[in-house]
């Protein structure tokens, strides 16, 4: 049955790419139809389909949505006082704007969500990387490729924790693994998408307001993104299970520091401070507050309506039964890393959640290391990068972070499939050959 689930899940997948792509469906409609046709499929009640759906809505709206509206609020910000026009005059010349884009991601990829950090980091993208479909492209798979191999990830910190393999050696071998993996994502993205800027709406702005100090509003963007940034890493620690970071009442301490409410206030409140923006009526739904709103509403609602499917998926049990499957593979040698990194890859491609791959893959491999020839610290490091690999690959429709990036490439959802989706394959397939080729020195 879980065979014929998949197949359903990947009909579904593809019927919403054609609707939006070729039909001009609305997105959200789009996925709300087909979560709701998938758990229909899958054999699940009305009631289980409306409650699961309604559920996953909830929690990915309350985990993110927050977060996307803090983002939108300071991207009119920035428009208002000239700060990304400025950005990107000052870009403008540079030969190699990707890749100062890369290392952004690279660092924002250490955050507790990948999707979180890019929603943060999204209006500082529309200055310094021209606000191209290129330039979202580049940031998104930066943020994927660290944030499944550098601690403290909490794909990755769950993922060493379970095999209780060396953090030591995980930095050692996954940072230049992950920088490896940015370097595949810039190369693919400079080969798929343009990296023409796309202007600034500042047809809304009141006159005289919309270059007001820009140098300064751009220097207070960047305080701002990088304030937010540090908060959502330092939550990151609080996945830490022991003293003195992630114990006792110093673990509520850190996560509330990463809360989508404190991000929206700090992020939105820093910038007016700092840039010194007062726009006359900016509060009102003419202002800057109000077109932040209409422009974060409907990607709120496509995050939900992700989370929905996700939650549907994880409850017909279909994606640890399909990886279930695999584990009477035993490949020998340098090999064996294929099936921690397969585990975690089907697991996160049919239910959407890196985090959840990453313990479940885990959890699966814990008695197996040693039966594929992986009990050591470097074969139990190495299992455990695989797995964040794969917790990382194959990113979409079931994944905010798919729907952040097309919304800022401004891309239908067939044409993310066809760059970020299958660039996340890429990258996964990079990676698991390069730990492999690490297995062969470190055995």
Do not use: C
């Amino acid at each position: 049955m879980s065979l014929y689930q998949a197949a359903y899940f990947a009909v579904a997948l593809v019927l919403l790419a054609l609707a939006v792509q070729r039909g001009r469906v609305q997105p959200f409609l789009a996925l709300l139809v087909a979560a709701i046709g998938f758990g229909y499929a899958a054999g699940m009640s009305t009631s289980h389909v409306g409650k699961a759906f309604g559920l996953g809505f909830a929690q990915s709206v309350n985990a993110l949505g927050l977060t996307v509206v803090a983002a939108a609020l300071m991207a009119e910000i920035a428009d208002a006082t000239g700060a990304t026009a400025w950005l990107q005059h000052a870009a403008a010349g540079r030969r190699r704007r990707s890749l100062p884009l890369a290392l952004i991601g690279l660092v924002g990829g250490l955050a507790s969500t990948p999707a979180a950090a890019f929603a943060v980091l999204n209006p500082l993208r529309r200055g310094f990387g021209g606000d191209s479909p290129r330039s979202a492209l580049v940031l998104g798979l930066s943020l994927s490729a660290s944030h499944g191999l550098i601690i403290p990830a909490p794909v990755m910190l769950a993922s060493l924790t379970i095999l209780a393999a060396d953090w030591t050696l995980s930095v050692a071998f996954g940072l230049p693994v992950a920088v490896l993996l940015a370097l595949v994502g810039l190369g693919l993205a400079r080969a798929t998408t343009s990296g023409e800027a796309l202007p600034v709406d500042t047809a809304a702005t009141i006159a005289g307001t919309s270059l007001h100090a820009p140098r300064r509003g751009a220097w207070a963007l960047w305080l701002a993104s990088a304030v937010l940034v540090g908060l959502l890493i330092t939550q990151s620690l609080g996945d830490i299970a022991s003293e003195p970071l992630g114990g006792g009442s110093n673990r509520e301490f850190l996560i509330a520091l990463g809360r989508p409410t404190l991000l929206l206030i700090v992020g939105t409140g820093l910038l007016l401070l700092l840039s010194w923006h007062w726009e006359p009526g900016g509060l009102t739904e003419e202002g800057w507050a109000g077109r932040a709103i209409r422009r974060s509403a409907g990607l709120v609602l496509l995050i939900g309506a992700a989370g929905g499917l996700t939650k549907i998926a994880q409850e017909t049990g279909m994606p640890e039964m399909n990886a279930e499957r695999l584990l009477g593979i035993a490949p020998s040698g340098a090999l064996a890393l294929i099936l921690p990194f397969a585990l975690a890859a089907i697991v996160k491609t049919l239910q959407g959640s890196s985090l959840v791959a990453s313990i479940t893959a885990a959890g699966m491999m814990m008695e197996l290391v040693g039966p594929l020839g992986l009990d050591d610290p470097a074969g139990r490091t190495l299992a455990a990068l695989a797995i964040g690999a794969g917790a990382m690959t194959v990113s979409h429709i079931n994944d905010g972070l798919f729907w952040l990036v097309g919304q800022a490439a401004r891309l239908p959802a067939g044409s993310v499939l066809a760059r970020f989706s299958l660039a996340t394959a890429v990258q996964g397939m990079a990676a698991l050959a390069a730990l492999i080729v690490l297995r062969l020195f470190f055995h």
